[in-house]
């Protein structure tokens, strides 16, 4: 999704009767009187996709306080439309799965198809889904199957070798139908509760062992039989599964938490010392992997002695960083491309070497790949932030010549000389045709779930 799709969608509107003008909003950005600065700054917020060409025009300002100001405001509204829900029409009467799907796909930007063998009924088969006014992307999935008896495959979906991933419809029958919470593009799943007890045995400890901290001593004289005591444990946890809309890419930002989990007796179930958001800093999605629009996590509980027969309330957050992959990616041929530089707007990327790894291991290619800001404005790495050679995974792509995704994963980097190698998976490195250098918007959210009158397990 590009700077422009951003804002539109974003689609802020000013609510007064009179539109302040883009423009002299810009230039009071540049403002000796830092209120007047901030009151500006606040409007152009408000305008949002109006002030796209004017800020758009500032960025590139000889005035470093309005290039600054511009640009922090373009990332803030790029990085809000990430936690945005995609709003879709449903206005489709008497027509056939297949045409629905497809036109839904097209409506909202976001790859969806059957699964093989759904194919030759669903473009048979009619329905009429109809709402009065656009909803949020999962709740139209939802009516969608709900008419067509229909599943969204919950398998991981990795990116297709274009800008995102792909969503998969499969036959409802024999397949469970998991609770689901829902918050802007995000759907959170509960997998399952899971409760195991063991009971162990462990030798008793002798007079003043167990105090010290000590073995269990042998008893002195002829051998006898050592008592036995029993040891036991427990592990009781809730499995999830948050899914984000194929624009979008995640991973976790840090650990999630249980902020209130109890029984219908009111007995608290959450684990003491992890009811709170862990905030401490998770560097970005993970290099090399694959990016995902799906992340799976496990939950500690605690069960009672004299549980209740349901869970009343289970609620708790799963802190992410997300990430939209822009369109027009850098492309770069990769026949002739050692020793030559490529540039698009303000992406660069520059082949140094296209080698076979190690013991004929791979096929591995040294590169610089990095993103210019704007002229005069600089931008250094703040805590927690990465370097130019840090390349995340989302921005770098692989494909052959059918435009299908390699395997790759990072062997080498030269901070100072902003130097990456990377190795491409297997046999697969030898039909790699090009690589796509993407430019990518990246902010960070926590999103909440809730669960309600759950069986305990």
Known sequence: ??????????????????????????????????????????????????????????????????????????????GAVLSQPTMVSLDFKDRTVAEVIQSLAERTGMKLSLATGNQTRRSVERITLVEPRPIPYWRALDRLCEEARLIVDPSPRSMD????????????RGRPITPVSDQGPFRVSLLGLEYRRHVGFAPEPLDGQADAGLPPA?????????????????????????????????????LPAVTEAVDEKGQSLTMPGRNAVDARPIPSISRGLAPSTIVTAAIQLVRPEEAGKTIK???????????????????VPLAGAAGKSFDKGDLHVEIHEIRQGPNARGRQIELT????????LMTPAGP????????????????????????????????????????LAGVLGGDAKELRYYRVTETRTVVPFEFKDLPMP
Request: net charge neutral.
């Open 384 to 423: 927690g932030e990465e370097s130019a050679g840090e390349l995340q995974a989302p921005q770098l792509e692989l494909v052959n010549d059918r435009g299908s995704p390699i395997p790759w994963y990072r062997t080498g980097l030269d901070a100072e000389e902003h130097r990456v190698t990377i190795t």
């Open 161 to 172: 070798g274009r800008e995102q991933a792909s969503l998969t419809l499969i036959d409802r």
């Open 1 to 78: 999704m590009g700077g422009a799709a951003l804002l539109l969608a974003l689609g802020l509107a000013c609510q007064g009767a009179e539109t302040p003008d883009p423009r002299t909003l810009v230039d009071r950005l540049g403002s000796p009187r830092y209120a007047e600065r901030e009151e500006a700054e606040q409007a152009l917020i408000r305008l949002g996709s109006r002030a796209y060409p004017a800020l758009q025009a500032a960025v590139r300002s000889s005035d470093m306080e309005v290039r600054a100001r511009a640009a922090a405001i373009l990332r803030k509204a790029e």
């Open 369 to 376: 790949a990095k993103t210019a800001p704007p002229p005069g």
């Open 218 to 254: 042998r008893p002195k004289g002829p051998s006898a039989p050592q008592a036995l005591r029993t040891v036991v444990t427990s592990n009781f946890s809730v499995q999830l599964q948050l899914a984000a809309e194929p624009r979008l890419i995640v991973s976790m930002a840090g």
């Open 313 to 331: 309330l289970l609620r708790g957050t799963i802190p992410l960083v997300i990430m939209a992959r822009h369109p027009d990616p850098l492309v």
